[in-house]
């Protein structure tokens, strides 16, 4: 999975230039509030639209690099068989939930928001482009679920076990 490689590095990119963004932004509010004592008008909004970025991208990175909550008491007991299943069931569900949550209901959020020209308050950017990310992490989720899934069946056809 050569392709999987390269998306992981773009998206811990993404995530770690974005979250050196928001610990900057964080600071310059901290620095003009308090050391200039004339705080700066966009760093809250922009702090906040950061960190959306930030949790939406590092979720679906997590997701890839299999770091997500998992709890795994009933897989450690189940044959190799049954243990594939189950992934395989727990990743279709992942990709049920990412397409209508994230894709569908992500993409039109921000349809609703570039149809009705909302645009925020300190910044004056549409709105649309912060929800944006809703739908492109998802896509990113549905892809990391795909992939292992593959990933999780080309074993089983390389390595057979009798059960």
Avoid at 86 to 98: G, K, M, P, Q, R
Avoid at 128 to 147: E, M, Q, R
């Amino acid at each position: 999975m050569k392709h999987r490689a390269i998306i992981d590095k773009l998206l811990g990119w993404l995530v770690t230039i974005f979250m050196g963004v928001l610990v900057i932004n964080v600071l310059w509010q901290v620095t003009s509030r308090f050391v200039i004592g004339h705080p700066s008008s966009f760093t809250d909004e922009l702090a906040g639209y950061l960190l959306i970025w930030v949790g939406l991208l590092g979720a679906a990175y997590a997701t890839g690099q299999k770091q997500h909550l998992a709890i795994d008491l009933i897989s450690k007991r189940l044959t190799e068989h049954r243990k594939r299943i189950l992934d395989t069931t727990i990743n279709s569900l992942i990709i049920t939930f990412a397409v209508f949550i994230l894709i569908i209901g992500g993409s039109n959020l921000v349809y609703i928001t570039f149809h009705l020209n909302q645009i925020s308050s300190a910044l004056q950017l549409p709105v649309g482009y912060v929800y944006l990310v809703i739908p492109v992490s998802g896509a990113f989720i549905i892809y990391y679920a795909i992939t292992d899934i593959i990933i999780i069946w080309k074993k089983s056809i390389e390595t057979p076990i009798a059960e």
